[in-house]
């Protein structure tokens, strides 16, 4: 296996713990791609020496050009640049790791380009699943999921020689901080409580929206599109642990899961290294340590944004990427202190209600739905 990488959000928490899978198999790192973290690509580009890195923010990109000048490295910004970074030639996969509505556009490029995607953007298939996915089977593109719960569901329909065999799929969900929690105990709870997952370590945007279920719910609007799945038959879990995975049940109600420690250099190096199997750097999964696995009904009522996320699926067209957009205005917002927690779900809703139905044509029209909900976010807390 002679493998070449192009990492797109290397200095985020999927992003570093690649670059652990790339040390571990000794793979190449031929380009990198980041917001503003230009510190910490320094050292990853001494170390890995990619031959090209993207950085989104101008000014950041300025500086790097600077503490870099003493390398062959070559340095791009902006959306272009991170697009550049997409479609490197000697890239033979792409890891894209970039948090939110950004990642959609080099995802589709290094698509075009007829690059294999390693994708960590939930963003990518909830704004834009019809076209991303046509787009995929037009260029005879494989799209490797690197979440943890598709990644499970990816590898237990390796035993799945026929669609029609399969009848549902689980996915898991963790319950994040707030597990049990009535409404009205989280009608005041600060950022700080909500990014401490119980056991995942994720950046800060993400851990948000596990401890509003959100997350959960992008994730039924996945796997929907990367497994041609309608969201009925895709049910969710509260299983504690993080041990299992995900699992797929079979037209004859035999159920298959995926199991692991809570870690997610797992998933990375299953969606670079397919359809083989190496050495891992993980810790060895112990039941025996565990002692018993715990599994819950999910709470539609009070973590709202679920069964939001259930409900833009079923309307389809924009309403996903409405939904997706007001989110992440919202998860912001929050973590600012400019609005409460349960206001999350609240505003998105909203959002979403607001996006009228209407078909995907074009990546405008993601776009546009994105803006759109945004702005509404914005303008209903008087921010805009």
Not at 95 to 112: D, H
Not at 145 to 167: I, M, N, R, T, Y
Not at 221 to 235: G, H, R, T
Not at 266 to 295: C, D, M, N
Request: some cysteine; hydrophobic content about 45%; charged content about 20%.
């Amino acid at each position: 296996m002679k493998r070449c990488i192009s990492i797109l959000g290397s200095t985020g928490s999927i992003g570093m713990q690649t670059l652990d899978v790339v040390r571990s198999l000794n793979l190449r790192v031929c380009a990198l791609a980041v917001n503003t973290n230009v510190t910490l690509l320094e050292n990853q580009i001494r170390e890995f020496k990619p031959q090209l890195v993207a950085v989104f923010d101008l000014n950041a990109a300025k500086r790097l050009k600077l503490a870099v000048a003493d390398t062959p490295v070559r340095v791009v910004q902006g959306l272009e640049g991170l697009c550049e970074a997409a479609v490197i030639d000697e890239a033979d996969v792409i890891l894209n790791s970039v948090v939110g509505m950004i990642g959609l556009t080099p995802t589709l490029a290094a698509i075009a380009a007829k690059k294999d995607v390693a994708l960590a953007n939930k963003e990518t298939l909830v704004a834009g699943g019809s076209l991303v996915m046509q787009a995929a089977k037009d260029n005879d593109v494989k799209i490797f999921p690197v979440d943890s719960e598709h990644s499970a569901v990816f590898q237990c329909l390796q035993g799945c020689p026929e669609k029609k065999a399969l009848k549902r799929i689980i996915l898991t969900a963790s319950g994040g901080p707030f597990f049990g929690k009535s409404g009205e105990e989280l009608r005041d709870v600060t950022p700080q409580q909500a990014l401490k997952h119980p056991n995942w370590n994720m950046g800060a945007k993400i851990t948000i929206d596990s401890a509003t279920m959100m997350n959960k719910g992008l994730e039924v609007i996945e796997a929907s599109w990367l497994y041609d799945v309608p969201q009925e038959k895709i049910d969710v879990v509260v299983h504690r642990e993080s041990v299992i995975h995900s699992m797929i049940e079979y037209e004859d109600n035999s159920v298959i899961a995926q199991l692991g420690v809570p870690d997610m250099r797992i998933p990375i190096q299953y969606a670079l290294t397919w359809p083989q199997r190496f050495h891992s750097p993980v810790k060895q999964l112990s039941l025996i340590e565990y002692g018993s696995l715990s599994f819950y009904e999910p709470d539609y009522k009070t973590f709202e944004c679920l069964r939001i996320c259930r409900k833009a699926i079923e309307r389809g067209g924009l309403a996903p990427a409405a939904a997706n957009g007001a989110n992440e205005v919202a998860v912001q917002l929050f973590l600012d202190h400019q609005i409460s927690f349960l206001e999350i779900g609240h505003l998105v809703h909203k959002a979403m209600d607001n996006q009228p139905d209407a078909k995907v044509t074009s990546v405008d029209d993601i776009l546009n739905a994105d803006q759109t909900a945004r702005n509404f976010v914005l303008q209903a807390v008087g921010r805009l």
